[in-house]
């Protein structure tokens, strides 16, 4: 079974400071990928940035960069340069790479943006 | 383009009443998956469907929750004699899977509440 780990229920970041959001998971999967969603409070999922587990190379998106440690089984989310419109919860999720690819997700991170 | 949409946005329902929930999937995308997010309970995965057919129903929580999907396009998710417990959003997120860089595009998601 996967499962995948937010140990930061809620985090507090100045602006224009980076932040760092942790996700470990745990698979007997040799493939799989990684994603991370923002949840501001309108409720909607936005899709922010992909690892696959055989990328060579930590994915980035802009301010969004993904530190992706297979070894040690984490995909910490690095947003650079926060922005009052960060302020939203932060889900990890993992795919399991075979029939349907649907989402185990984490429990979240209530990221903060101070002024 | 269009992408994912849900109606209706917000249901208040009596207990023991049916209620349907519709999505819309971004067009071209054969996967279509809806998801639960509760207090209690995270997100959760309910279904999964492939074109109209759903190989994977394993998240649905008891019999009283059904969904279909018609000309592989707008998908219905019925749940019958609701309860308390059924309070929660439902999203739905689709994909372009079996495709390559099928990453799961959410709609706003149909925020339910059981009396």
């Known amino acids: 079974a996967q499962k995948i780990t937010q140990t930061q229920p809620g985090m507090f970041v100045q602006e224009k400071e980076a932040v760092t959001l942790d996700c470990t998971y745990d698979?007997?999967?040799?493939?799989?990928?990684l994603f991370w969603y923002k949840q501001p409070s309108s409720g909607e999922m936005i899709f922010l940035i992909y690892?696959?587990?055989?990328?060579?190379q930590n994915a980035t998106e802009g301010r969004y960069s993904l530190n992706f440690q297979k070894a040690r089984k984490s995909a910490n989310l690095v947003i650079s340069a926060s922005q009052l419109g960060d302020s939203a919860m932060y889900f990890c999720?993992?795919?399991?790479?075979?029939?349907?690819?649907?989402?185990?997700f984490g429990g979240g991170t209530r990221l903060m943006v101070k002024p | 383009g269009a992408g994912v949409s849900q109606s209706p946005s917000n249901k208040v329902t009596e207990k023991g009443k049916d209620v349907e929930l519709r999505c819309d999937p971004i067009?071209?995308?054969?996967?279509l998956y809806w998801y639960r997010q509760s207090l209690g309970q995270g997100l959760e995965f309910l279904i999964y469907?492939?074109?109209?057919?759903?190989?994977?129903k394993s998240g649905l929580p008891s019999d009283r929750f059904s969904a279909e999907r018609t000309g592989g396009s707008v998908s219905t998710l019925t749940i019958q004699r609701t309860q308390q417990e059924d309070s929660a959003v439902y999203l739905c997120?689709?994909?372009?899977?079996?495709?390559?860089?099928?990453?799961?595009?959410f709609g706003p998601g149909t925020r339910l509440t059981v009396l």
């Open positions: 997120a689709s994909s372009s899977y079996p495709l390559q860089a099928d990453t799961q595009y």
């Open positions: 698979t007997s999967d040799p493939s799989y990928g």
């Open positions: 690892q696959g587990s055989y990328d060579q």
């Open positions: 999720a993992m795919r399991k790479e075979d029939a349907g690819n649907m989402l185990t």
């Open positions: 067009s071209g995308h054969t996967a």
């Open positions: 469907f492939q074109g109209n057919s759903a190989p994977d």
